[in-house]
């Protein structure tokens, strides 16, 4: 069964640090959306892509975060520079039609 | 803007024990619905989903939820709980359009714990 790949799984770093992440999705998938989870919280999205598109980054802050998905297939999420509440579950999750979001495994990153 | 509440942030249920976990949405428009589950350290994995059609929906694992759209509700049950279905669970909505959809709004989960 296809799955999206995230990778590293788990990121430790000190503040004012740069820090990144990568994400492959399922094979076909045109959308890619990247989720921030803070510890006891549900996801929240920080930026949607339809194939190398940006569809919607209202709530990623532009300022430390950027993304990018050059040729519409991976993609990754940069923070840069790494504040202590950066500190999150950053999920990475795919669709092929406007419904069912499929999500990787995950990147657990700590701030120090 | 759509939003959703979980009603309850933990439950705890004994092993064999039917469980009942409660989600709330509000929108003004046609939604579509999820149930997420999520393990320790891991990502969500879908369990069901209400896109259209009969109110009752079947997932994985002996899951089950019911749209109801008068009460705006999407509660998921199982009737019998294993210990290994121990984790969070996540509701979700996004608001439905012709030809897409919206965002997913999460809530904010429900901590099931099974105890033996």
């Known amino acids: 069964e296809a799955e999206v790949a995230q990778s590293p799984r788990y990121k430790i770093t000190e503040k004012s640090q740069a820090v990144a992440f990568w994400c492959d999705p399922i094979?076909?998938?045109?959308?890619l959306y990247w989720y921030r989870q803070i510890l006891g919280q549900g996801p929240e999205l920080l930026v949607q892509?339809?194939?190398?598109?940006?569809?919607?980054d209202s709530q990623l802050p532009k300022d430390r975060f950027s993304a990018e998905r050059l040729k519409g297939v991976d993609s990754t999420l940069k923070i840069q520079p790494a504040e202590l509440g950066d500190s999150a579950m950053y999920l990475c999750?795919?669709?092929?039609?406007?419904?069912?979001?499929?999500f990787g495994p995950g990147t657990r990153l700590t701030v120090l | 803007a759509q939003s959703v509440t979980q009603l309850d942030s933990q439950v705890p249920v004994f092993e064999e024990a039917p469980v009942e976990l409660r989600c709330n949405y509000s929108?003004?428009?046609?939604?579509?619905l999820f149930w997420y589950v999520q393990y320790p350290n891991q990502g969500l994995q879908l369990l069901l989903k209400y896109l259209s059609g009969s109110t009752l929906v079947k997932g994985i694992n002996g899951f089950e939820a019911e749209f109801n759209k008068s009460q705006t509700s999407f509660h998921l049950r199982k009737p019998s709980v294993h210990i290994s279905d121990t984790a969070e669970y996540f509701c979700a909505v996004s608001d439905r359009f012709e030809g897409g959809s919206e965002k997913l709004v999460f809530g904010k989960g429900t901590k099931l714990t099974v105890n033996p």
């Open positions: 892509f339809q194939d190398e598109s940006v569809v919607d």
């Open positions: 094979s076909g998938h045109a959308t």
């Open positions: 999750a795919s669709s092929l039609g406007a419904d069912t979001q499929y």
């Open positions: 929108s003004s428009v046609s939604v579509y």
